[in-house]
Every structure is written in C-alpha cells, then in structure tokens.
C-alpha cells in the first residue's frame, strides 16, 4: 500500500486538474473529444493503455486500462468529461482558467467533476508506477454528455464496456463521502389542447391554461408508491418550467409544462407513467372540452448498493488509509451514469470523488486541492483492497463471466 501511494504523483494531478478545466466541454453543445484527446495522450504518457470511442461530431469517450492477467473480473471506474454551462452570472476568476488561489483549483468543473477524472486517472498511473500485478482490470471510462442525457454511457454499455466488469465507481463530487444510492429520474412533457377565442369572449374558447392549472393541482398530490429507503428522502414531483398563448387579448389553445420526478430504488417508472395517463384520462371525462397530451422526455434509474456489500467495504478502508478516517456513507438525490451502466449489470456500485456537491453547477466552483490528492489516493488504493479481498472476487466471478 505504501509503495503505491509512494508512487503518486500530486503536483501532476493538481496540474492534470487545471489543464482539463482550461478546455470548454460545456453541454450543450459538448464537444468533450478534446478533453478525451488528452486524457488519451496523459494516460499513454503514463503507461497506460488508451483509446478514444467516437460518440458524435467532436464528442468523444475515452477508454484507458490498466490491464491485469485476466484472473479477476474489472474494476470499472467513470468519469464524464462535460460540465454545465458557465450561466449569466459573472465568476471573480476566470471560468476556464484552472486557478490555483488559497489551496483550491477554480472553474468549470473544477467540482463536478474534472477533480474527480482527474484522481482516478492518477490513481491508476500511481499502481502502474509502482508495478503493482492486478489479478483484474483497472478500466477508467471517460464518458461524454452525463449532464443532458447519458449519451456517453449509452455508448459505452452498447459497445459491451461492460462485459467482464465485475464493480463500478463514479467519480461525482461527493466531498470525500461513499455515496451508496442515488434518485433516479423521470421526466415527462404534459401539453394541455385547447380552442383559440376573441379575448372579448372567451366562452367561445377553451383555455388551455386553466385546464392545465387543474393538472398541476392534481401532480402536487400525485401518490407515488414506494419503499423506503434509509439513505434516500421520499420522491419528489416538480413542475419546472411552464408556457401557454402567444397573446394578451387571445384565449390560449395551448400550455405546455415539463415535470421532474425524482425517484427511489424498486420504484416502477412505467407505472407512474399510467398513473399519470389515468389522472389526465379523469379529466377528460369529468371537465368538457378538456384535452391533454403525455411525452416522456427523459429518465434515469435510481441506483443502490448495500452497506453490507464488499465492494463498500474495500472503498471504506481504502478511503480510511489514505485520508486517517473511515468516511461518511450516505446517499444523494441526483443521478449519475451509473443509471445507465448499472441496471442492465446489477454491478455494485459506489460514487465517490473530491468536488464538493454543493459546490456543481455554481458560480466560481471550486475543488480543495488537498481533497483531489486525497480522492487519487484512495483511487489508487481501492484495486489492491478489492483484489486482495478473496471473498469479493468469488463473490463477483459468476456475474462477470457467467
């Protein structure tokens, strides 16, 4: 353990860190290739294998391994390359300049979540200095879009990246805490259909948007049946955004909302779906005139793993050699790309990473350079934790290979 922790390199991390910041992979549009392009040429640098997985134009995934004898299923580690857009309001430093200022790394994505590709990479390329033999893979997936719509994860699990992986960890900004559960996410378009009438007499329309405020009375008391879960609040419903007419003095024939479901493991996506086809088909037949439209835009699935399972167990410890305490476990309400490489896997998974939750999407983000080298440490500690741990490769062998 003290070899590998010898072995890694913090001021390359630190500068690894500012380098992925300084390039602009806001979504949309994107354009994550240059942050794949050279992670590709830092990783082969390092020693590590490397390739590039065309997503779209100028979209890319990284794929980097470091490679064991085939003994054990691969430990999969994730990342995504794309960060939020800066917004409207003005930062105190530069959003693409990888500050360095009073122990912390500033800008875009600086928290969510270049400190966190940035470590596990590391981490890797300190057990390769160290000449560490791994009885199993170490593969670092670098993924596009996690911040729109998953789009890099979903090419990773269609070209088979997850054949053989036996655990995953994502590097979300969790403050140095073991995330194990997450929300998923379900997200629906609702269109109330109206008739357009004179404003001087609105009795010879149907206004859309008063048919579309019983709608969200009707959401806010949705029931939404589920288990729950000791590290997850209760699911949540929220109306988002809203728009209905294109006139003052014209009754509407149109409105327009987008709802946001957050959901908790074993909950059924498809059944609310139903529910809320049976709430709008209610309408239609008790209120004339009423008619309205439903639109899945969008979904994620929730994620959990037991606090029992091994792979939290090595995580645990890894993350206590390195930073002299077992950290916190709990878990949080947004989704990750583990809602996509996951389920169809039924791999364990944990997130884990240095950026602050708090801190994603905000005005002069920020990561404590501290944290990053921490979290590299414990990314580089977590391979021969797991694959030293007999019982756990048994314990995953059958799902990996079948």
Not at 5 to 34: F, K, M, V
Not at 177 to 199: C, M, N, Q, T
Not at 247 to 258: E, H
Request: proline share 6%.
């Amino acid at each position: 353990m003290d070899q590998v922790l010898a072995a890694l390199d913090a001021e390359a991390t630190i500068a690894l860190t500012q380098a992925l910041i300084r390039i602009d992979s806001a979504n949309p549009p994107g354009r994550e290739q240059a942050v794949a392009e050279m992670l590709l040429d830092v990783a082969r640098d390092w020693g590590l294998e490397a390739d590039l997985q065309t997503v779209a134009e100028d979209r890319a995934n990284v794929i980097i391994r470091l490679r064991g004898n085939g003994a054990a299923p691969s430990l999969l580690y994730c990342g995504h390359l794309d960060t939020v857009p800066i917004g409207d309001s003005a930062w105190d430093v530069d959003p693409f300049g990888g500050t360095l200022r009073d122990g912390r790394i500033f800008g875009r994505g600086a928290s969510d979540m270049k400190s966190g590709v940035a470590s596990m990479l590391a981490g890797m390329a300190a057990v390769k200095s160290a000449g560490i033999a791994l009885p199993g893979d170490v593969i670092f997936a670098g993924v596009a879009g996690e911040e729109v719509d998953c789009v890099g994860s979903r090419r990773f699990l269609d070209a088979g990246g997850m054949n053989g992986v036996g655990w995953l960890v994502v590097s979300e900004p969790t403050n140095l805490d073991l995330v194990i559960g997450h929300k998923g996410a379900f997200r629906v378009e609702i269109v109330s259909h109206g008739r357009a009438a004179h404003g001087a007499m609105p009795e010879l329309g149907i206004n859309a948007i008063l048919h579309m405020t019983e709608i969200i009375r009707r959401l806010q008391v949705l029931p939404l049946p589920h288990r729950s879960h000791a590290l997850l609040t209760p699911p949540t419903v929220s109306i988002n955004t809203i728009s209905g007419g294109f006139r003052v003095n014209v009754v509407p024939d149109l409105c327009r909302i987008t709802v946001d479901i957050r959901t908790l493991p074993e909950q059924d996506h498809g059944r609310i779906r139903r529910d809320i086809l049976a709430l709008l088909a209610d309408l239609e037949a008790s209120q004339p005139g009423f008619r309205a439209t439903l639109s899945v835009i969008g979904e994620a699935a929730p994620v959990a793993t037991a606090a029992t399972d091994p792979l939290v167990d090595v995580a645990l410890r890894s993350a206590a050699r390195v930073m002299g305490k077992v950290p916190r476990t709990r878990g949080v309400n947004y989704f990750s790309d583990a809602s996509v490489l996951q389920p169809p896997t039924d791999v364990p998974t944990v997130l884990f990473g240095p950026g602050e939750d708090e801190l994603a999407h905000q005005v002069n983000e920020s990561v404590p350079v501290d944290a990053l080298v921490k979290a590299a440490g414990v990314f580089a500690l977590m391979p021969l934790e797991l694959f030293g741990d007999a019982a756990a490769l048994k314990a995953r062998a059958e799902v990996a290979h079948g």
